[in-house]
């Protein structure tokens, strides 16, 4: 009896193994939101992080946590780092590349509650008297991470805030674009 039971669990073992294993070994997270205002105005809300943290929804999770910046104050170079509660973890963002009005790319490296490095891009795409504004976050999975997504749908999880960050972001830029 007691060897059929060691048997069952490492069966069971292996097969959880297996799954992890085959599980793809990148992830990518991607909304898009239709704002009314130049595409001007809405790069400017991410160019520069200090403008980022007025829609930022980990900002709102975390009113109190402790953050500061480096670098420039915006562009390739501008530095953002934070530590807060376990709702918004620690870590940093750098943009790394900016296309004035259609593009920035940004580094985004967590300390907690786990390291992990992924890439984040903005793009900014005129339609009519508009702007499309795609956010997207896509990384590397180790076994740890595929693990994790068996059990996380993180597109889920992460998506709702990046949904929340594209209204905020909207109900901005619609108010600076027209004069609000």
């Given at each position: 009896?007691?060897?059929?039971?060691?048997?069952?669990?490492?069966?069971?073992?292996?097969?959880?193994?297996?799954?992890?294993?085959?599980?793809?070994?990148?992830?990518?997270?991607?909304?898009?939101?239709?704002?009314?205002?130049?595409?001007?105005?809405?790069?400017?809300?991410?160019?520069?992080?200090?403008?980022?943290?007025?829609?930022?929804?980990w900002a709102?999770?975390?009113?109190?946590?402790?953050?500061?910046?480096?670098?420039?104050?915006?562009?390739?170079?501008?530095?953002?780092?934070?530590?807060?509660?376990?709702?918004?973890?620690?870590?940093?963002?750098?943009?790394?590349?900016?296309?004035?009005?259609?593009?920035?790319?940004?580094?985004?490296?967590?300390?907690?509650?786990?390291?992990?490095?992924?890439?984040?891009?903005?793009?900014?795409?005129?339609?009519?008297?508009?702007?499309?504004?795609?956010?997207?976050?896509?990384?590397?999975?180790d076994m740890?991470?595929?693990?994790?997504?068996?059990?996380?749908?993180?597109?889920?999880?992460?998506?709702?805030?990046?949904?929340?960050?594209?209204?905020?972001?909207?109900?901005?830029?619609?108010?600076?674009?027209?004069?609000?």
């Amino acid at each position: 009896m007691g060897q059929k039971i060691v048997a069952a669990i490492v069966t069971v073992l292996v097969v959880f193994v297996v799954l992890v294993a085959v599980q793809p070994a990148e992830f990518r997270i991607e909304r898009s939101i239709t704002i009314s205002a130049p595409q001007s105005v809405v790069f400017s809300l991410v160019n520069d992080l200090h403008s980022f943290n007025e829609w930022n929804p980990w900002a709102k999770k975390d009113p109190a946590m402790e953050q500061s910046y480096e670098g420039p104050a915006a562009g390739p170079g501008a530095i953002y780092r934070w530590s807060g509660n376990a709702d918004v973890g620690a870590g940093s963002m750098t943009i790394t590349e900016s296309h004035a009005n259609e593009g920035v790319e940004l580094e985004l490296a967590f300390r907690k509650p786990m390291r992990a490095t992924n890439a984040v891009e903005f793009t900014f795409r005129p339609n009519g008297e508009q702007t499309v504004v795609t956010w997207s976050m896509s990384g590397e999975k180790d076994m740890t991470a595929k693990a994790i997504h068996l059990v996380m749908d993180m597109d889920k999880m992460v998506g709702g805030d990046f949904e929340r960050g594209l209204a905020d972001m909207k109900s901005l830029a619609e108010s600076r674009a027209h004069g609000g």
